[in-house]
């Protein structure tokens, strides 16, 4: 039974988890870092399988995007000064609510995480349908609320401590970046990145020269983030060390057209919008095309790439059943933005966010331009020159000092930076009522009036216009794909629930093929070899098992570390020059010559022909597998 047959529903992962979770610590896959010194919350090791796992994932996330949209890739520093971190908001916004024992603070808690544990357990006793209801409302809207919203629902449900019973402090704000210091001097604050995206931010106008000024364009970065999580856990999908690949495209704010959206208009993908999410709590099938035409999804940019994403995943081996799009709410979103998706993939821990793909407008270039003072605008030439007309102010800067003295200095730098929108606002104003009020950021509220001001009309020619461009993102969670590729591909053999499988696909597999002789006979070694190397030289990962076990035991090896194909060298080799081929998921063997063998399966793997083809090709070998891994 291949996995594309498995049962699909949460309670059937968490059934399976036992089995893959034995399977992942036993073969290596990955296991908690520095486990002889005890371990570390959040921290893990990759092993072979798991990194070479990883490694296939990312290089199939790069030909994806980066080749295929021939997108600009770049590497930035994972030491972020503070700065940097402050213009774009982590330093006073990136944060998780949390809450502690009022008796023991030993004990402290996410808020969130423990308000939806009460809840499940809530609803394992409650019969009420009213008050299920009620509760399976707060457990879909647990990851959305504010400070205040937690402290008012755990006070409705009496949440306790859960390990003392005693009661908790009322939530607060934990900051989860970690702090660090840069240089020896202490004195240059600096975080570990939580995200990779700000370093190409403040390298876009050295990407812009690069690309020759041509808009719209993306950038991408794949790279260790930095989270200093609460309370880790549920695995790989909950940690403090992490690998991120983020994609930002620049384009223009007000031309938001995708050439390529044909491409992906007519791609069927479940969709989970807002207003479903409060109302009828039921997802929804519907074309890219429709989703954008009927303005659920806010453009043809966010769509193109919600397709591209969605296409990635069940390339890497996502199951569709297990794939969904859920729309933020609008308390979820950032105040700049304008329309963000998240790709779930269904776990046994529930529906996991893994891809992020957000309208984040023009907010991020222009808190570093107003941070920094340097130019991060695009221009786009007319083809015709124009002439505009424009209002043009200039302070007064004697009557200013006059009235305001040693507290001049903050508006005459607010007036000198006011863009064309904001001198029309302000004239406006003035002419309307004589004065303007404005609170700025040293909380002294000033009061312009007409005599501070001058406004004269003027035009001029221009050739083109400047602007900051807006951003859309998708941004991927490389480990949570990881592991919910993990629990979609596994799946046991029916007739035998201990002989686990990982129908990974070719492309992401850890080893692409196993050679297998049929016992420790010497006269198997040359075949042996001379397979090796053909393999090895067409750039396939091969794993040779000669330790003389049953081959049905060698098999279940394989097939335990996803290896697709397998080749056994069996003693017709010796007089025939062939060798079979094995299918991992139908145990479908066949029989070649083993000069073909090499590029036969190299072509699998490149997706170039299929199993079912191969069946039709070759005559097929009748084998009886047998044994456990």
Request: charged share 25%; net charge negative; hydrophobic share 35%.
């Amino acid at each position: 039974m291949a996995a594309a047959a498995a049962e699909m529903t949460r309670e059937a992962l968490v059934r399976r988890r036992p089995n893959l979770e034995d399977l992942l610590k036993r073969r290596f896959f990955v296991a908690p870092s520095f486990e002889i010194y005890g371990g570390t919350a959040g921290l893990y090791d990759f092993g072979p399988p798991g990194s070479a796992l990883k490694t296939n994932l990312l290089a199939l996330w790069r030909r994806h995007f980066v080749l295929e949209e021939s997108m600009l890739e770049i590497e930035t520093s994972c030491l972020t000064p503070e700065p940097v971190l402050k213009a774009s908001g982590h330093v006073e916004k990136f944060n998780d609510f949390m809450v502690r024992d009022v008796k023991n603070p030993a004990f402290f808690y996410r808020a969130d995480r423990l308000l939806n544990d009460h809840v499940e357990k809530l609803l394992e006793k409650e019969g009420d349908p009213a008050v299920r209801e009620s509760l399976e409302l707060i457990k879909a809207q647990v990851d959305n609320y504010t400070m205040d919203e937690l402290e008012q629902k755990m006070k409705e449900l009496d949440v306790k401590s859960p390990d003392t019973g005693n009661d908790l402090t009322k939530p607060y704000p934990f900051n989860l970046m970690f702090g660090t210091q840069i240089g020896p001097t202490g004195t240059t604050p600096g975080f570990m990145r939580p995200e990779t995206a700000q370093g190409i931010f403040v390298n876009f106008k050295r990407l812009l020269d690069y690309n020759a000024g041509r808009m719209p364009f993306a950038a991408a970065s794949i790279g260790l983030a930095f989270r200093n999580e609460i309370a880790p856990r549920s695995g790989l999908l909950r940690v403090r060390e992490f690998t991120l690949a983020e994609i930002e495209h620049f384009v223009k704010p007000n031309e938001k057209e995708h050439p390529k959206f044909k491409s992906v208009a007519d791609l069927v993908v479940t969709l989970f919008p807002r207003g479903d999410q409060i109302t009828t709590k039921k997802t929804t099938e519907m074309t890219i095309g429709n989703a954008v035409k009927q303005g659920i999804v806010d453009n043809e940019t966010l769509g193109y790439f919600m397709g591209r994403v969605y296409l990635f995943l069940l390339h890497a081996g996502v199951r569709r059943a297990g794939l969904r799009f859920r729309q933020h709410l609008k308390h979820e979103m950032a105040h700049y933005a304008c329309d963000c998706w998240d790709a779930e993939i269904l776990s046994s821990y529930g529906w996991i966010e893994c891809v992020g793909v957000a309208d984040r407008s023009c907010y991020d270039l222009t808190v570093h331009t107003k941070s920094t003072k340097r130019d991060l605008s695009a221009f786009k030439e007319f083809k015709d020159h124009q002439t505009v007309e424009f209002v043009e102010m200039k302070p007064v800067k004697g009557r200013i000092g006059a009235v305001f003295r040693r507290d001049a200095k903050p508006l005459l730098d607010w007036l000198e930076e006011l863009d064309e929108a904001g001198v029309q606002s302000l004239q406006q104003a003035i002419q309307t009522s004589g004065l303007y009020r404005i609170k700025l950021c040293n909380d002294i509220e000033y009061e312009i009036t007409k005599d501070m001001v001058g406004f004269t009309n003027r035009s001029k020619k221009v050739t083109g216009e400047t602007y900051l461009p807006s951003v859309i993102e998708p941004s991927f969670g490389m480990g949570r794909i990881l592991y919910c590729l993990l629990e979609h591909s596994y799946y046991a053999r029916p007739e035998d629930e201990q002989r686990g499988v990982l129908s990974f696909t070719p492309t992401v597999a850890p080893v692409k093929c196993s050679v297998l002789p049929l016992s420790g006979n010497s006269e198997f070694v040359p075949a042996v070899t001379r397979l090796e190397r053909d393999l090895t030289n067409l750039g396939i990962t091969c794993k040779v098992d000669d330790s003389g076990a049953a081959i049905g035991r060698r098999y279940a090896r394989t097939d335990e570390i996803g290896i697709p194909f397998g080749i056994t060298v069996d003693f017709d080799t010796l007089s025939t020059e062939t060798v079979t081929l094995r299918e991992r998921d139908s145990t479908k063997q066949i029989r070649a010559a083993i000069d073909d063998i090499a590029p036969l399966v190299h072509d699998l793997v490149q997706n170039k022909t299929t199993w079912e083809e191969v069946c039709q090709r070759y005559p097929s070998f009748e084998a009886q597998e047998s044994g456990r891994a």
